[in-house]
């Protein structure tokens, strides 16, 4: 007997095709057996690409989502291969994970005292083929906080944020930068947990 019916694997094998230890972290937590196979493509160019065709931040990062997917999926037969994307949009413009400290400053410089967008997507790729995705966007207004406040935060918080497109860590201390969010604290993370964990269970890959 199954001591834990949460984590009954009834379907498919799951493969999260990202390496971000938050994504991870809350596949565990909702009880979702998987494994990891990171996906290798050139996030940067994708985005530059797609931001001068004059794509959403929306579709540029379902489409990164199905990139990842579709490409772990064609090497785990017949997995449920999950992708996942995130781009922060402030006012058209998107921003990357900060590339150090001095960026990560700047990178808050700019957020702060404005509002600003976080298209977050999933996507599950089957054999290569696409089978489901979902986009969400959080809005999440920052407040007008001091330059000393600044300091404080970046050198308590130290390099950690350099995982956070936007230089913050909800989970943590970066939730005092802010004034508003609304949204799914998941899919603010990094994944829309909820919708993801509804098809899981439409389609049998966990108990319902």
């Known amino acids: 007997m199954n001591e ?50 004059g794509a959403s931040a929306e579709d540029a990062t379902v489409a990164l989502a199905h990139m990842k997917a579709q490409r772990i999926s064609r090497r785990h037969s017949g997995a449920m291969v999950i992708g996942a994307d995130q781009i922060l949009d402030l006012e058209g413009t998107w921003f990357d994970k900060p590339a150090d400290m001095d960026h990560a400053r ?34 999440l207004t920052m407040r007008d906080f001091s330059d000393g406040f600044l300091d404080s935060y970046l050198e308590d918080t130290g390099d950690g944020i350099l995982s956070s497109v936007g230089a913050y860590r909800l989970e943590a201390t970066g939730v005092q930068l802010f004034a508003r969010i609304e949204g799914s604290h998941f899919t603010i993370l990094g994944l829309p947990l909820l919708a993801l964990l509804e098809f899981l269970r439409a389609n049998g890959v966990v108990t319902a």
Do not use: Q, Y
Request: proline residues 6%; negative net charge.
């Open 4 to 53: 834990d019916p949460l984590k009954e694997m009834t379907g498919p094998e799951v493969v999260l095709a990202s390496a971000s230890a938050t994504r991870r972290d809350l596949l565990t937590g909702a009880g979702i057996p998987f494994t990891v196979d990171p996906a290798l493509v050139d996030e940067a160019a994708i985005k530059a690409a797609m931001a001068a065709e």
């Open 106 to 139: 700047k990178t808050l410089l700019a957020l702060r005292g404005r509002a600003h967008n976080l298209a977050t997507a999933a996507c599950i790729c089957r054999d290569g083929e696409r089978i489901w995705h979902h986009v969400e966007t959080p809005k």
